[in-house]
């Protein structure tokens, strides 16, 4: 009974843990890259050390440790900016769900110590220096930073303990059932070793890489906490992505689509998620070789065999193997979605919702996928202003003798179904696509067509939606006409090329159309911005 109890605060320990194995990656790598390093490699762990009588936990690691300027860097000015006010807001987070969603809001993992902790010490030293730091802090926006002289290498975090609640066996976090308990069900996929006490040799997780794992040994849950430890999020994914290739080119590879997309997604400085392991190292982060720019937010690991640990971020971009990985990496991310789409309706909306624009990108740069990008895309339409339409209804929709595919572009909605381009299309009944979206201005100009229909802009040259019999009409209206628009194209020859009798409108007296091969407005604005 007790034992399946869990509390949201828990996952500081998650934090703290994946804090210290990151640490262990890092000095493993720099060891092997350095062979001048002063450092002890020959027995990388974490371990975790209670102690009832003080209250205090401490997570210690001998990993690549923090210099002074690093503490401060890296810990301290948290603690000054917008941590400041998390941590008020996390004194008055009347529950621990609160807190904890605060927490992943804020995005500071080694924060949530102060979930459980009212003062924490942090002792570190970092790799080849002599110098310790010791950073102590209340969590109340300030700390104090001290050199130490003997501090072991790597990094200690001893959080004091708040006083107990009545229900305080539950959350005991100096107990080593409880300890095991947290760590076996957050982290339990960690690859170095965590033990428990001063003393303990064994290790209390499996070690197992998740990746190198098959599908049925392991469960949901820790490919979902294993997803929040690579990604530093605190949302479940999305979808989980298993690839493996035997063979000349050995290969493990454990994709992820969050469930939402970051802050940052449309931002050029923001990372992609995809991290290179050769034979179980850690070799970088946001590895952009093995995924293409567009797909930049999926996150995961991938554990190639037979590359050399010292393969650099330039050899990557070159190496034929990569390339094909890539492209195979792709076309899974691709057909999952595809897959997610026919089975999962909803699951392929809010895909489509938190992605589709930078999705979208990959229609102007992965011709290779084309095919595949049009079928998993999905776009307002005027069809159903609530739902948005995959090109495939589209064209089953399509009228009698229709040719092309309709769409506009536009800033907004409104503005899209407002224009007087719509009103003929509107009037006689045609589904026009309703394109918001500032890489729509690309991808419609390097698209030529899907399934052999052409996408047609109905801002653009003539669109010729008429009978024969209303095209007679027309021409006798034309010539009834003939001396207003000469006068008009006259009048207006420096702002206009033409001035025609237009079947387009019914409501409107008139419109501005952009000819067949002019770019759009929306286009030439943007490139009147760039400076062009
Ligand atoms: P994140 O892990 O998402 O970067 P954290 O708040 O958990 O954010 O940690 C902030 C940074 O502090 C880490 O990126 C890392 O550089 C540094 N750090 C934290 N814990 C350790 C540790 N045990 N050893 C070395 N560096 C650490
Ligand atoms: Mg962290």
Redesign the pocket.
């Known amino acids: 009974m007790v034992h399946s109890l869990y509390s949201n605060k828990d996952i500081f320990l998650r934090?703290?843990i994946?804090?210290?194995s990151?640490?262990l990656d890092?000095l493993k790598l720099e060891a092997y890259r350095n062979k001048d390093l002063d450092a002890d490699t020959t027995d990388l762990h974490i371990r975790l050390e209670a102690d009832q009588e003080a209250r205090t936990l401490t997570?210690r690691?001998n990993?690549?440790?923090?210099s002074r300027d690093?503490v401060i860097e890296?810990?301290g000015t948290?603690a000054k900016s917008g941590t400041a006010e998390l941590l008020r807001k996390l004194k008055e987070a009347k529950d621990s769900t609160a807190s904890a969603e605060l927490i992943g809001q804020f995005?500071?993992?080694?924060?949530s110590s102060f979930m459980v902790a009212d003062k924490v010490t942090l002792v570190?030293r970092r790799a080849g220096e002599s110098q310790g730091t010791r950073w102590e802090s209340t969590g109340e926006g300030t700390y104090t930073i001290d050199e130490v002289e003997d501090a072991p290498a790597?990094?200690a975090?001893t959080l004091h303990l708040k006083p107990e609640d009545a229900d305080d066996h539950l959350y005991d976090y100096t107990a080593d059932w409880k300890l095991k308990e947290i760590v076996q069900r957050y982290s339990d996929f960690i690859t170095w070793p965590v033990r428990l006490g001063k003393d303990g040799t064994e290790a209390i997780n499996s070690m197992k890489a998740l990746w190198a794992r098959s599908k049925d040994e392991a469960t949901e849950q820790e490919y979902h906490e294993f997803y929040k430890h690579i990604s530093?999020d605190w949302t479940d994914p999305l979808e989980t992505i298993q690839l493996r290739a035997e063979g000349t080119f050995e290969y493990q590879a454990l994709l992820f689509i969050p469930s939402r997309a970051p802050l940052d997604l449309y931002l050029r400085e923001r990372k992609r998620g995809v991290q290179l392991y050769v034979k179980r190292v850690f070799i970088m982060d946001d590895c952009e070789a093995l995924m293409p720019e567009y797909l930049r937010f999926v996150k995961g690991v991938v554990d190639a065999q037979d590359l050399s640990l010292n393969v650099s971020r330039e050899i990557l971009q070159q190496d034929r193997q990569i390339q094909l990985m890539r492209r195979r990496l792709v076309k899974k991310v691709l057909s999952t979605v595809k897959a997610m789409q026919s089975t999962e309706p909803e699951k392929y909306a809010t895909f489509w919702k938190e992605f589709g624009p930078a999705v979208k990108e990959g229609l102007v740069n992965d011709t290779d996928n084309r095919e595949t990008l049009l079928e998993i895309a999905s776009f307002d339409s005027t069809h159903d202003a609530e739902k948005p339409t995959t090109l495939r209804e589209y064209v089953e929709r399509m009228k009698d003798g229709q040719e092309h595919i309709y769409y506009l572009t536009g800033a907004s909605r409104a503005l899209i179904e407002h224009s007087p381009h719509m009103e003929a299309f509107q009037a006689k009944g045609y589904e026009v696509l309703v394109l918001t979206d500032a890489v729509d201005e690309m991808w419609v100009e390097s698209v030529p067509e899907f399934d052999g229909k052409k996408f047609q802009s109905i801002a653009k040259g003539q669109v010729d939606l008429d009978s024969d019999e209303e095209k007679k009409d027309n021409d006798e209206q034309r010539q009834e006409f003939a001396g207003l628009l000469s006068w008009l194209g006259e009048t207006l020859s420096e702002q206009v090329k033409e001035v025609r009798l237009s079947s387009r409108l019914t409501t409107s007296p008139a419109c501005i159309v952009g000819d067949a091969n002019d770019i759009s407005p929306t286009l030439e604005k943007m490139y009147r911005a760039m400076g062009q």
């Open positions: 934090e703290l994946s804090n210290a990151d640490a890092k997570v690691d990993g690549i440790g923090m690093e890296l810990i948290i995005g500071v993992g080694f924060y570190t790597g990094t975090v530093h």
